[in-house]
């Protein structure tokens, strides 16, 4: 597409790379590839959450948001900073912004492995965010086995790749094989 954008964001010696992509349809669809927010400027200079922030899109309750935040893996690189820029549970408890605070971005929709099941043990070691991002994972897939059917914004998940254990079986509209094209975003 014409004048869509992508933004590489620097990566330095405490985070790992973050993408931003801005297609140039007709809702501007945004798309975060990971999640790589410290709290000190790569190379002394980028303040990678304000270069962010000056790249989302607000909506109409003046929430910035992504329509789709995808996971890559969930070492601490690629998950740094989504507790504390990201709204992570239900849309109606987004939270009012604190003075001198950054309101929190809203995620319409979450893609992931099908791994974040797997839990945390000693030879899998799982950081903070990674823990968050799970939880956070599994509370809008069970919101789409309760009923069966596409939730809201901010309730959304999507699964890429079939779980070995059966646990992505019943969730068809949700869950996509790792070859799969896709041609939707947040639905």
Known sequence: MANSRVTFFPVGEKN???I????????????????????????????????????LPVDSEDRPYVDAF??????QDHLQGIQTHFHLGSP????EQKKNEDKKIFIRELW????????????YVLCDDAKAFNK?????????EVNLTIQAEG??????????????????????NVSDTFTLINN
């Open 16 to 18: 790992g790379g973050m």
């Open 20 to 55: 931003l992509i801005r297609l140039n349809d007709k809702d501007k669809t945004t798309i975060l590839i990971d999640s790589s927010i410290g709290a000190d400027k790569i190379a002394g200079y980028c303040d990678v959450n304000q270069e962010l922030r000056s790249r």
């Open 70 to 75: 995808i996971l890559t893996h969930r070492d």
């Open 92 to 95: 109606e408890n987004y939270p």
């Open 112 to 123: 992931s492995s099908h791994n974040f099941w797997e839990p945390a043990s000693t030879e």
């Open 136 to 144: 956070e994972m599994k509370r809008r897939v069970s919101l789409f």
């Open 155 to 176: 309730n959304r998940a999507i699964i890429v790749g079939k779980d070995p254990d059966g646990k992505t079986d019943r969730l068809g509209d949700i869950n996509f």
